[in-house]
């Protein structure tokens, strides 16, 4: 047999054993009692923006729709700020909600396999509100970015 042909067939053998492997692996995983459930520590307000149930399958479009709110049209409703949810289900151990694989945010998306984005930009601790003093050099910046933006409503030539 030529090298090339039996270079294909050990790939194919590789790839067969290695699948059935990882059925294998499959089944195991699948037993019950091996999946470690979410953690839901108590939240701290009197009530949620609404019931769990429904904030479990909707938050993430909540969220975007907030975002899209708050962004693109300036509008900030404290009630379903993401602010407002880390106050109220930040863990009372960390202070946080992704912090720790046992905190609120970690600990379902972990159980889900999800990857949780906000926190690469937004604080997952809650703590006061920072501000600028006058003379920051960060207010000259913004204030010249904030005038070299079209006014809304203006048409791009």
Known sequence: MRRSTLARRAVAWLLLAGAACSGAAL???TVAGRVPT???EKARGESCVAEP???RRNHMDLLKHQRDETVHRGVRDPRSSLKG???CHASSATGSVAAAPTDFCASC???AAVKVDCFECHASKPKAAAVLPANHPAHARL???WRSLPAVGAVAR
Do not use: R
């Open 53 to 55: 149930a429904f904030m």
């Open 85 to 87: 949810c880390i106050e």
């Open 38 to 40: 979410p953690v839901i």
């Open 143 to 145: 204030a010249a970015l």
């Open 109 to 111: 998306h972990s159980y």
């Open 27 to 29: 089944a195991q995983s």
